[in-house]
């Protein structure tokens, strides 16, 4: 399981930074999203992994899941939600404006 676990937060991560240093928005906004989800299972993997295990502290039991990275993974995916729309809106505004989707403003050609 953290194996698996371990793969996907790698192969997130590194799909993440390769679409980041694409010359268009589009892929740039895919790369940050892709990003933010390798860090929330990273978030999520140092809580350590428990599986059947409740998350309040009950009588009689002995192993529990920790709450603290599930809130904050809640947290980091409301706030990954609104810099994706802040993206969004500053990349549809960029393209209005210049003409075209590139990061710099300009064809690559040019």
């Given at each position: 399981m953290e194996l698996l676990l371990a793969s996907a937060i790698g192969?997130?991560?590194?799909?993440?930074?390769?679409?980041?240093?694409?010359?268009?928005t589009f892929p740039v906004m895919l790369g940050?999203?892709?990003?933010?989800?390798a860090v929330n299972l990273f978030i999520?993997?140092?809580?350590?992994?428990?599986?059947?295990?409740?998350?309040?502290i009950r009588e009689g039991v002995e192993r529990y899941a920790d709450p603290?990275?599930?809130?904050?993974?809640?947290?980091?995916?409301?706030?990954a939600f609104g810099m994706t729309a802040l993206l969004l809106a500053l990349s549809v505004r960029l393209r209005h404006d210049s003409g075209?989707?590139?990061v710099d403003g300009g064809e690559a050609g040019r």
């Open positions: 192969v997130l991560a590194a799909a993440g930074v390769w679409l980041l240093l694409r010359a268009r940050l999203t892709l990003l933010s989800y999520f993997s140092m809580g350590r992994l428990a599986t059947a295990a409740p998350p309040v603290l990275p599930q809130a904050l993974v809640l947290t980091a995916i409301v706030i075209t989707d590139h």
